[in-house]
């Protein structure tokens, strides 16, 4: 309810758009139903799962259907409103963050599952479903969908669409934009457009393409059809326990240089190491990191790289190497992985996750200026991160109660994004821009580059009305940084986890 | 009719379609590709990209064109970060010296082409792949940032050099397959795999249709996991050999081939993997390809094979069409080549098998060869994005190469006039 400035983008003309008359016209167009208005209600529109930016919207639509979007849109463009749309409100970014003067439409409802096809190997859904619910619905055939975004229980394709998210194994498979073979989209004019990616032989750019990741700033999409995949033969993981950091990139190197693709990798820092052991209990051995490999594909080929996996480990100086002699063992390993984040309340009262990306042969030297950066500002800062693709989630620990510390970890949170962009690494691996990071786009692009980004966005949308002020920066109207972390509900519930 | 010169491309009229472009520019950097866009753009001179040339036939028909714009100067390879399994290359770079230099630390660059000459750039703005596309997926999947000039002579960037990165729109995405509609590819950062460390392809050939079918089902339901699962119908070498001795360049595709080839049609399965795992893979394929004449291809031969197979539509004559297909629909798809096989000279289908995605050649009259295509555009419940890549320019003028876009049309136009106002990139060719 705070800090309306952010985020907006909006003129005050178009904030006049929502009156008594839209919000009749509203409910004439998509029935009584469907339109929240509730003071109480609309609480829980106002912020995705960056709490800190939020803003109260003045009215939701809940259509049912791709015309209720389509009038929902249509209605919006005729009176200048600009609108968001939401899936499940579990993004890290602000992209569902409400416009202030917009509308938001909720696509929760529109959650059916339209179409399995096991012998073409696709899946259609509306946009409201769940990534999981589409691997629920064909893993009785032996089919999943690749995209793992650890959100994946609660987490909507739409909103996968949205922020091309990935997930720990997009290493080896990919991320969303490499698994969506069409989607039927409204477009800012209420236009409904059936669009085919490339994956699917569409010829002419690849539309389709710029559309996934583009945050909702482009169109909403209303029906997504996916490719899924053939269960692997083979799953073996192991865990190599290391006394510094270093050893276990050394490890990482040395199984890239090896040729071997693995379907994750991942390392935790002694700091998380504390805090995972104490909530989660996964039983790992002592050490300063914890490095996690995991290998899938035919069991003959798994069977030998997993061997090579192993003396590597052991050859980069692993004090233990564990391999989960069962699934339920590999299942306790991605435990304490998984439970990285919701764990560090264990060791600090506050923390904030940043999301930064480097080349994977920049990870020692940037987590060696993240070590002196955590000497010199007095933070702990854990570091869990994806190390096959350089993905870092440092941790920075905090106290909100301590007067300075949160706008303190904030500062370090952007410091640390410099390093990234400095050793030609990029803002974000998978938490998206959004609203949070949008003023730190020119660290990593020019004028130019933004500029013909945004004569794209003109091109699907010319009146600036679908999801402004998220991605591209706007004129800063005050002193805000991108803030700390609180745990959002559906974490507190334990639905769901960083990652 | 063409036939394919020595350099892999085609030798037909000469210029695009026989128009001759008033002058072709050979920029030596960057910022002189960009500089030369700016200049045209004031001229409103109409432009065509060139890399290796070897895809100039594709598109409509220009009424005319002023300036081809050549990337032949763009030729580095600016880094291979090994480590990070990435490399950055110029747009003009050839495909094979990349992955020459690729090599020698055990990478490559998993696009494939028909044609030695074809360039980077020519790969991301047709989005041309092959068969490996079925592991590796196409040039669009494996970019992961793009340099690109633009019309107004700005030099611009979208993605970057991680593997991992949703900063901003990804533009590599929109330039993929735009045909040079968009803006001319300068530079392009990709993401690599580790060269395999062995393989070997298993060509199983089928007498029927619905033999092949069962096969391939049984295949993709299984765990095996395949590099490639190609389809090949149509002539054999013998068949097509008045044609083939017409050929200019490289030698005939049926030196490479077995008694396979004497069957109507054949899946080329090949198979990516660790030395000791391997064997397993083509035994498993063996038992699961019930019913076909199976024969195991290694080493040079391997090599040899998959090289015939993807040039071999192209070394032939006739018009070719790349269209995609439900992949439980290649029943329909093998049925339809049977039926025109009676009223034509030669009828090809060579593709992927498991995706749905393929090349039809025919070789027929002008009448048969539009008959052909608007038979696979009436079926929009089986075959979808059907395009002509290939054609005499009888044929070309009296159909729209592309086909319908669909609602991407519009859409298309848009972003042309936001990237390209004076509308002079590929002018009246591509698919924008």
């Known amino acids: 309810m705070t800090s309306p400035e952010r985020g907006g983008g909006t003129s005050p003309e178009r904030s006049r758009g929502i009156d008594a008359s839209f919000v009749s016209e509203l409910r004439r167009l998509c029935g009584d139903d469907a339109v929240v208005t509730e003071p ?34 249509r209605l919006c463009h005729r009176r200048d409103v600009p609108f968001v749309a939401r899936g499940h409100g579990s993004g890290l970014s602000g992209g569902a963050l409400p416009i202030p003067g917009g509308l938001v439409i909720g696509l929760a409802r529109l959650n059916r599952v339209l179409d399995v096809d096991i012998p073409n190997r696709r899946v259609t859904v509306e946009p409201g479903v769940t990534n999981l619910e589409i691997t629920r619905r064909v893993a009785p055939h032996g089919f999943y969908y690749a995209p793992d975004p650890s959100s994946q229980q609660v987490c909507s394709i739409g909103g996968n669409v949205a922020e091309n998210s990935g997930g720990a194994h997009c290493l080896k498979y990919g991320f969303t934009v490499h698994h969506v073979l ?23 750019p690849d539309l389709l393409g710029v559309l996934i990741g583009s945050e909702g700033t482009l169109a909403i999409v209303t029906k997504v059809t996916v490719k899924i995949l053939r269960k692997p033969e083979a799953v073996q993981t192991l865990l190599a326990a290391y006394d510094n ?41 002592p050490a300063e990191a914890i490095l996690i490999v995991e290998l899938d594909g035919p069991v003959a080929e798994v069977r030998e790289q997993f061997a090579e996996v192993e003396k590597i480990c052991h050859r980069a ?40 990306v480097v080349p994977r042969t920049k990870l020692p030297e940037v987590l060696d200026r993240i070590r002196q950066l955590e000497a010199r500002c007095g933070l702990r800062i854990g570091n869990v991160f994806h190390a ?5 989630h440092p941790l920075i620990c905090y106290d909100e109660k301590i007067p300075g510390q949160s706008d303190l970890a904030a500062q370090v949170g952007g410091e640390i994004l410099q390093y990234c962009i400095d050793a030609g690494g990029s803002l974000t691996g998978e938490h998206g821009i959004g609203a949070d990071k949008a003023e730190y786009m020119p660290k990593m692009f020019t004028d130019d580059d933004l500029d013909v980004m945004l004569a794209v966005r003109r091109a699907f949308d010319p009146k600036g009305l679908c999801n402004p002020g998220k991605v591209f920066p706007t004129p800063r109207l005050c002193g805000e940084v991108p803030g700390p972390y609180h745990a959002h509900p559906i974490e507190k519930a334990g639905l769901g986890e960083r990652f | ?78 880094a291979h970060e090994h480590a990070d399994l990435t490399a950055t290359v110029q747009a003009g770079a050839r495909l094979d010296d990349v992955n020459r230099a690729l090599g020698r630390h055990g990478q490559w660059l998993p696009i494939e082409s ?121 002539p054999g070498p013998a068949e097509a050999g008045p044609h083939v001795s017409h050929v200019a360049g490289g030698p005939p595709a049926h030196e490479y081939v077995g008694a396979g080839f004497s069957r109507p049609s054949r899946l080329l399965l090949k198979f990516e ?40 539509p192209w070394q032939s004559p006739g018009m070719i069409v790349k269209f995609a297909w439900m992949p439980a629909s290649l029943g329909a798809v093998l049925a339809l080549v049977e039926d025109v096989r009676a009223s034509v000279t030669g009828i090809e289908l060579s593709g992927r098998a498991a995706i749905g995605s393929g090349l039809l050649r025919v070789d027929a009259d002008p009448r048969v060869q539009r008959n052909v295509v608007e038979r696979l555009r009436s079926r929009t419940d089986v075959f979808r994005h059907v395009v002509v890549l290939r054609a005499d320019t009888a044929v070309k003028q009296q159909l729209d190469v592309w086909g319908p876009l669909g609602d991407a049309g519009a859409l298309g136009a848009s972003v042309k006039h936001a990237l390209d106002p004076q509308g002079i990139l590929n002018a009246g060719r591509g698919p924008v």
């Open chain 2, 114 to 234: 028909a044609f030695d000459e074809a360039t980077i750039g020519g790969a991301i703005a047709t989005n041309d792949s092959g068969p490996l596309r079925h592991r590796y997926g196409t040039p669009r999947d494996l970019l992961i940032g793009i340099r690109v000039a633009l019309t107004d002579g700005r030099l611009i960037k979208a993605g970057g050099n991680v593997v991992k990165n949703v900063a901003g729109y990804d533009l590599g995405k929109l330039i993929s397959g735009s045909h040079g509609s968009l803006a001319a590819i300068v530079s392009a950062t990709f993401k690599l795999s580790p060269q395999p460390g062995a393989s070997s392809t298993l060509v199983a050939s089928f007498d029927g249709a619905d033999a092949l079918t069962a096969a391939l089902a049984a295949i993709t339901s299984s765990q095996l996991e395949a590099a490639a699962i190609d389809v090949h119908a149509g």
């Open chain 2, 273 to 312: 993997s660790t030395p000791g795992a391997l064997q397993a893979h083509v035994r498993q394929a063996r038992a699961l390809a019930a019913g076909a004449m199976c024969e195991e291809v290694a080493g040079q031969s391997e090599t040899d094979l998959w090289r015939a197979h993807m040039r071999r």
């Open chain 1, 245 to 285: 950091i270093p050893a276990a990139g050394t490890a990482v190197s040395e199984i890239i240089a090896a040729g071997i693709i693995p379907a994750a990798v991942e390392i935790m820092d002694g700091v998380s190491l504390v805090a995972i052991e104490a909530a989660v209990h996964p039983h790992f051995p």
């Open chain 1, 388 to 392: 096959g693709d350089g993905n870092l």
């Open chain 1, 182 to 204: 069409g989607v039927e989209a409204v477009l800012s004019n209420g236009d409904l457009v059936q669009l085919d990616s490339a994956i699917a032989d569409a010829p002419g």
């Open chain 1, 317 to 356: 100086g692993a004090t233990t190497v564990e391999v989960a002699q069962s699934e339920e063992h590999r299942a306790r390993i991605w435990k304490g992985r998984k439970g990285a984040f919701a764990s560090m309340g264990r060791v600090t009262p506050n923390y904030y996750v940043q999301d930064g």
């Open chain 2, 1 to 78: 009719m063409p036939v394919e010169d020595r350099r892999g491309g085609l030798s037909g009229p000469p210029g695009i379609d026989g128009v001759v472009p008033r002058e072709t520019i050979e920029p030596p950097s960057a910022d002189a590709v960009a500089a030369a866009l700016a200049s045209a753009s004031k001229q409103r001179a109409s432009v065509v990209i060139r890399g290796g040339g070897t895809k100039m036939g594709w598109g409509r028909t220009p009424a005319s064109v002023d300036l081809v714009l050549s990337t032949k100067r763009l030729n580095a390879l600016v």
């Open chain 1, 40 to 73: 109480l209600e609309l609480l829980t529109y106002e912020c995705d799962g960056l709490p800190h930016l939020r803003h109260t919207p003045p009215v939701v639509v809940l259509p049912s259907s791709a015309e209720g979007v389509q009038a929902a849109v």
